[in-house]
């Protein structure tokens, strides 16, 4: 029974994509909050909740025993940015056409408003133009001057909008 359980917490086989960004990530702006944790045992915690965890060149996959959550990622040899999902709702009149109208998370209290004209306000405060590639399913967000600019992939599907933004993540300290 005692091998039994020295053995649980013993390290599994990662590929070499996964140990690179094995460790405890944290957002830029908050470098002692822990979002992320990849272990070297395979488990992960991500927002608090418990996972299994895997990855390739693009994704990290991770597992709770009946969710699947399949994020994408940039590893830049020091940083990562990690593509969150989150889910807007058009709060527009009519029909949405595109990106253009207002889109809405409620639960986060997040927002985008496209114009027809090429501009964007994230948030109510943050403005700046954009441009789409439809083939890639991205567009590209250029701040006036709060932010870098940044590419998300988005996928609309009648009034719903999923986003995957990337949030620049660092080593937690």
């Not at 994509?17 to 702006?29: F, L, R």
């Not at 992960?44 to 895997?54: G, L, M, P, R, V």
């Not at 949405?96 to 639960?107: I, N």
Request: charged letters at 30%.
């Amino acid at each position: 029974l005692l091998l039994f359980l020295a053995g649980c917490g013993t390290a599994v086989e990662l590929s070499d994509e996964a140990k690179a960004i094995q460790g405890e990530w944290a957002y830029i702006h908050d470098e002692a909050t822990t979002v992320l944790a990849l272990k070297n045992s395979g488990k992960a915690e991500f927002h608090e909740e418990k996972y299994t965890w895997d990855c390739d060149d693009t994704y990290l996959y991770l597992t709770d025993g009946g969710e699947n959550l399949t994020l994408r990622y940039l590893w830049d040899d020091e940083d990562i940015y990690l593509y969150e999902q989150t889910v807007y709702k058009y709060d527009g009149e009519g029909e949405s056409d595109g990106l253009v109208g207002k889109w809405t998370c409620a639960e986060k209290k997040w927002e985008f408003e496209f114009t027809d004209k090429g501009t964007f306000k994230e948030d109510g405060y943050f403005p700046g133009y954009y441009t789409v590639d439809e083939t890639a399913g991205t567009f590209k967000l250029i701040y006036n001057d709060q932010f870098e600019d940044t590419v998300c992939y988005y996928h609309l599907s009648g009034d719903e909008m999923m986003l995957e933004y990337p949030w620049h993540m660092v080593k937690a300290k």
